[in-house]
């Protein structure tokens, strides 16, 4: 009785990019509260579940009313009596009360924070932090972390074509090492930055504003900067990339507007092997479109042996187009973000749908973020290997980082850190070798 839920409510609040979204609070019985709120992308996968807005003029279209309205007229009367820690149960409820394949009736942003209050309520009616309640007594490793140094893409105004240009250390040996090392490179390549011309700000997810005159430019400073910084580019530090090749893919094409250039989907291939060969990149997400299996698939059979391919846009966090993924032989890593699929099961499911073809699993934030640190807990507790946040400044991206600090320090010389083994299992013995 004490697990049955007594109230959930929602309320507005606002993210990153000063936009509101939806925070949902679920008590229990026993007086155990969970608290969540919902993310928002700005690069979003067509196949995603989408986010409930009231439109018109108001916050730019952007009001959460009708999401809200949906919580308090029909999740929580739907929800009161079920046991919080039933969590498959609960979120089957949402997704058969919207009733939509995309969650539009009444919002993926709705149905994701009470889908994660309710885990928070769930760990807390046990007295147990929330990766552990998710662990269920099964081990741990605490995440190797993804950490954006430069943005671009929609994430900078398009200033650069790719959306991200990352920074990894699977050989850190530890998360708060893993910290450090980005923080003298994310410094590094600040001053490469201001010795270019005045630095003019930071993108959506807090890397540094883009000032390069092509892609390959950011990729040069980059590795410059993993130098500068006194570490060993592909060695103990490696470059990730998000293409996020859907936002200018165009007709079969991609139009790479820094470089003036529209490429086709071969050349595309090209060009990410080229840049796999002359850089330390270890990771590539979205390389090629949200349905471009093929070329995915072609870039894959050249370089995933030794590179992570991640599906994001192509893949939004959903089972069924993992399997389908994976037949093609398009991916070898899947990114997972709750707010795409809609609840915390479905999310699940994708992430062990990845997990059972052997494939690197990421769990990922959105560019519009806030202090909600669940998907900590969640890399954490679901074993996800990696976890990708944004930058290494703005509140909304270090409240993450911290918390799994805190996580790691919690569990003292029990801690182990997923690093090299977190990836595609080629890509990990292609890092590990000599």
Known sequence: MSNQISKVIARQVWDSRGRP????????????TGRAIAPAGASRGAHEAVDLRDGGTAFGGFGVARALAGVEAEIAPALLGQDATEQVTIDRLLIDLDGTPNKSRLGANALVAVSMANLHAAAASAHVPLWQWLAQGRPVR???????????????????????????????GSFRRALEITADIYRAAGQLMEARGPITGVADEGGWWPNFTSNEDALDVLTQAIERAGYRAGEEVFISLDIAANEFCVDGGYSMALDQRILSADEM???????????????????????????????????????????????????????????????????????????????????????????GTIVSARSGETEDVTISHLSVGWDGGQLKVGSFTRSERMAKWNEVLRIEESLGSNAVYAGCDAFFAPVAANLTKG
């Open 21 to 32: 979204t939806v925070e949902a609070e679920v008590t229990l019985v026993s007086g155990a």
């Open 142 to 172: 605490i995440p190797l972390p993804e950490i954006q140094i430069f943005g671009g893409g929609a994430h900078a105004g398009r200033r650069t074509d790719v959306q991200d240009f990352m920074v990894m250390a699977p050989k850190a």
């Open 269 to 359: 291939v090209e060009r990410m092997v080229a840049w796999a060969g002359r850089y330390p990149i270890v990771s590539i997400e979205d390389p090629a479109g949200q349905d471009e299996f093929s070329t995915l698939a072609k870039i894959n059979a050249q370089i995933g042996h030794r590179v992570q391919i991640i599906g994001d846009d192509v893949l939004v966090t959903n089972a069924e187009r993992v399997g389908r993924a994976s037949d093609a032989a398009a991916c070898n890593a899947v990114l997972i973000k709750v707010n795409q699929a809609g609840t915390v099961t479905e999310a699940k499911a994708a992430l062990d749908a990845g997990k059972a073809r052997g494939w």
